[in-house]
């Protein structure tokens, strides 16, 4: 069986994926803790991705999978973006996270609430970079802490459907209701397809 490693660490990010790879003639490996972490200093999603897959690739000598992924809120020009990991700080908390971004967005209506999901993923080898896909889903923060599931901003994040028929926000669904639409889900399908054709 072929092996990819994941270019992390987050043990969320990392059952997500292994659950959507549960069938996938592939075996997963979590990121070493020897090789330490990759700064993220770029400006973009894809920028970090980019350097995560290329840095791990080298150290791990085989074919990395890395992400970077975040929030996006239209009312904060794009706020968190790429610091959405450490929005309140470096070393903050989901709670702290989330707590932040709800004093941000106090009074700002319903209606200009909107945000997305943005998920870049790159696999690359030692050679360079082998694919680079993009997942989003959209939605919107509501005003409170809703659902026990998921992590980081889930709790106040809104599905938007385009019948409105979903109502609830990513923390309240269960993993395979989040994967199946997630920012994070849509990114490893396109993965899935072009896996076959790289490895």
Known sequence: MKRLTLGSR????????????????????????????????????????????????????GPVLADDSGLVVHALDGAPGVYSARFAGEHANHAANNDLLLKKLAGVPKEKRGAEFVTVMVLADPEGVLLCVEGRLRGEIIESLTGKGGFGYDPLFRVNSEDDSEQRTLAEMNADEKNAISHRGRALRKVQVALPLIL
Request: cysteine-free.
């Open 10 to 61: 987050n043990q969320h990010k990392l059952e997500e994926i292994r659950a959507m790879f549960d069938d996938f003639p592939i075996e997963l490996e979590a990121m070493p803790e020897e090789f330490g972490d990759v700064d993220e200093d770029r400006d973009t999603f894809r920028g970090n991705a980019v350097k995560k897959a290329l840095e791990y690739a080298e150290k791990t000598g």
